[in-house]
């Protein structure tokens, strides 16, 4: 049974780095992704990028350019999303998922992390 | 980006309702097209790939319709256990994007 472990909550003030780690277990793809997706409080699911595991290529959404870092460790199959020079609007629980290969199109599956919370406050 | 629209962003229904829930794409995005169930403090959980294809375990009440810009999650007759909040995405190109989500409530 594939599982999604996330790392714990954490609290940063404005203007930190968050790094959060996302292991993946149980899984028999060859091939895989890690997408990573937040949410706000009481708000909806925004996409911030992907990496491909096995080879480290990463695609990142344009709001976050600059500020975020995906990576992974094939060795452990953890994948670890670092987000800087936070602010109170990056408050959210950020959930990493599991995505798969259909050709070119990168598709979801239903292997999500339980989510972590990351408050930003002064 | 592609704009994902849903409509209602909530619904009140009672047990046994035939609920429907519309997601609209701003292009088309073939049959490349998701719909998840979130319920509080969970992940949201996959219940339908490529437009129509229910995950293995979603129960039958679910199914999933369209493609292009038009797609449709209807559940037949809805249970206590269907109460939450539903996302479309789609991930036919980059970013991909979800819809702001329908609440369900009884």
């Known amino acids: 049974q594939v599982q999604m472990e996330q790392s714990g909550p954490e609290v940063k003030r404005p203007g930190a780095s968050v790094k959060i780690s996302c292991k993946a277990s149980?899984?028999?793809?060859?091939?895989?992704?890690i997408s990573w997706v937040r949410q706000a409080p009481g708000r909806g699911l925004e996409w911030m990028g992907r990496?491909?595991?096995?080879?480290?290529?990463?695609t990142y959404s344009r709001k976050l350019l600059g500020r975020i870092t995906m990576t992974a460790d094939r060795s452990t199959d953890t994948a670890y999303m670092e987000l800087k020079n936070l602010r109170s609007d990056d408050t959210a629980v950020y959930f990493c998922?599991?995505?798969?290969?259909?050709?070119?199109?990168?598709?979801?599956?239903?292997?999500w992390g339980q989510g972590t919370l990351v408050t930003v406050s002064s | 980006d592609i704009q994902m629209t849903q409509s209602p962003s909530s619904l009140s229904a009672s047990l046994g309702d035939r609920v429907t829930i519309t997601c609209r794409a701003s292009?088309?995005?073939?049959?490349?097209f998701a719909w998840f169930q979130q319920k509080p403090g969970r992940p949201p959980s996959l219940l339908i790939l490529?437009?129509?294809t229910l995950r293995s375990g979603v129960s039958p009440r679910f199914s999933g319709s369209g493609s292009g810009t038009e797609f449709t999650l209807t559940i037949s007759a809805l249970q206590a256990e269907d109460i939450g909040t539903y996302f479309c995405?789609?991930?036919?190109?980059?970013?991909?994007?979800f819809g702001q989500g329908t609440k369900v409530e009884l």
């Open positions: 998922a599991m995505v798969t290969f259909g050709g070119v199109i990168v598709k979801p599956t239903d292997y």
């Open positions: 149980g899984h028999t793809f060859n091939s895989y992704g």
């Open positions: 990496i491909i595991v096995y080879n480290g290529q990463t």
């Open positions: 292009q088309g995005v073939a049959q490349d």
């Open positions: 490529d437009a129509f």
């Open positions: 995405q789609q991930y036919t190109s980059d970013p991909p994007t």
